[in-house]
């Protein structure tokens, strides 16, 4: 089963660039899709990426394409998401996802999840 811990956020000017990471304390991300969602202050949770466990084929939504990134690093049991250009817009909470079967932009369809870290995009 695994734990999922978020680490990267913190305030960045637009046009900057960060890396979020998302460790699993325990067991491991091998064979487990992987996603990251965000959410901004009075909004749903809306879906950013994610990557499939078999094949690293991955999707993004259409707000992030071109200029976010994702990526896993099984040996570290670590997924990341890497953002360039930031936008006002990319401020939110982000937090990742995972599960064993299921390769989905929704958030229903992921088991475990971390506790988010938050991105702040200054202009």
């Known amino acids: 089963q695994a734990q999922l811990i978020e680490s990267g956020g913190e305030l960045v000017q637009a046009g900057g660039s960060l890396r979020l990471s998302c460790v699993a304390s325990e067991g491991t991300l091998d064979s487990y899709n992987m996603a990251w969602f965000r959410q901004a202050p009075g909004k749903k949770r809306e879906f950013v990426t994610a990557?499939?466990?078999?094949?690293?084929?991955?999707m993004y939504a259409d707000s992030v394409k071109g200029r976010f990134t994702i990526s896993r690093d099984n040996a570290k049991k670590t997924v990341y998401l890497r953002m360039n250009s930031l936008k006002l817009e990319d401020t939110a909470a982000y937090y990742c996802?995972?599960?064993?079967?299921?390769?989905?932009?929704?958030?229903?369809?992921?088991?475990?999840w971390g506790q988010g870290t938050q991105v702040t995009v200054s202009s």
């Open positions: 996802a995972g599960d064993s079967r299921r390769y989905s932009q929704y958030p229903s369809h992921y088991t475990y």
């Open positions: 990557l499939r466990w078999n094949d690293d084929v991955a």
